[in-house]
């Protein structure tokens, strides 16, 4: 998979931009200067959020009511144009010019892993974060996660209003609770199966590439949840004993949405024993794992973009990084000055320099 050019009308510092690009593209400037608004662009033309921020609105130019990001992108031979455009009335998002009606037909059809210096984060973050970045990365590979993804919630939800609602009238009848507590099961029970066999999918490429870029040291990541090898009728029986406890706090206590994943590395966890080092290291291993989890379920390779990596790690790191890359990973790299990359990478590579929102391509 490749994305072949991009254009841009009023996204962020840009009020036009039109781009291709190569296997291997370096875009350099200054901070501020607006690199890390065309990896933006990329990101959202694939998953239609910013992994930046959560406020749409705040990526249309300002004094502009509209925002439109567009890119032709190359999968198996078979070329298409997906567009995404902002505006104060919401978000629209089309395929070859024809509007998409479910968001979950289209996250799916272009892949991207991004690493950027706020993922070095991730294994201090809360679990709601890791759990974030879970649902990220399998809804862009099925897109039927998303659809129970998005029942869940919605029965989640329902489930806690009408436990709130016995808790302030003091009042306790179990059938209605009953038929959400069942569907909730089923469910999660679904996306667990999801979860468990993506983090499997992870653990047959992240011991070798935590090696062959760091040296030593064996990494696993860890599932952990309560719907983990348990059945139906065991977690509906463990919801039902814990009713009294729900109504008392008015809320639904256990569930997928409670989950979390540890990274183990020889057998410590890193969130407790790891350095800031080999949690970093850590994180970059999974997302090279990504890649490879994606191309032997898709058949192709995603797109991987590497946000200002280098103020994270030293340039042998990421040279030994771009050497595991298989050459069909077209690949996108921000950086502030070109001094930082090794003059093997920059030779191969199309070099993008940006100004204040204007481009000059070498």
Known sequence: MKIDSLSLMNFRNYETLNISFGN????????????????EAIYMLALTKSFRINNDKIMIEKGKIKAKIKGNVLKKNDENEF??????????????????????????????ILFNPSDTRLIDDAPSERRKMLNIEISQIYKEYLVVLTNYQRILKQRN?????????????????????????EYG???????????????KYIISNYEKIFGSGTLKIRYVSTFKNKSEDDLIKRFKDNYQKELSVGKTLEGIHHDDIMFILDNNNLKELGSEGQRKNAIIS???????????????????????????????????????????????????????ISKKVIKDAKKIKVCDGAIEEE
Do not use: H, W
Not at 161 to 185: A, P
């Open 286 to 340: 999974f997302k090279l794992a990504e890649i490879n989890v994606i191309y032997d379920i898709k058949g192709y390779y995603p797109i991987l973009i590497l946000d200002d990596l280098f103020s994270e790690l030293d340039k042998e790191k990421i040279t030994n990084l771009l050497g595991m890359l298989d050459r069909n990973v077209q690949t996108f790299i921000t950086t502030t000055d070109l001094k930082n």
């Open 189 to 203: 029970k679904v996306i667990c199966k999801y979860r468990q066999d993506f983090i499997d999918n992870i653990n």
């Open 83 to 112: 567009g995404v455009e902002i505006s104060n009335d919401g978000k629209i998002v089309t395929i070859n010019g024809e509007k998409q009606d479910k968001v979950s037909d289209y996250v799916s059809k272009i892949n991207v």
């Open 161 to 185: 209003f009408y436990i709130r609602g016995m808790y302030i009238n003091g009042s306790y009848t179990s059938e209605y609770l009953d038929i959400l507590t069942k569907k909730l099961v």
């Open 24 to 39: 291997l593209n370096i875009i350099y400037g200054l901070n501020g200067s607006g690199k890390t608004n065309i990896v």
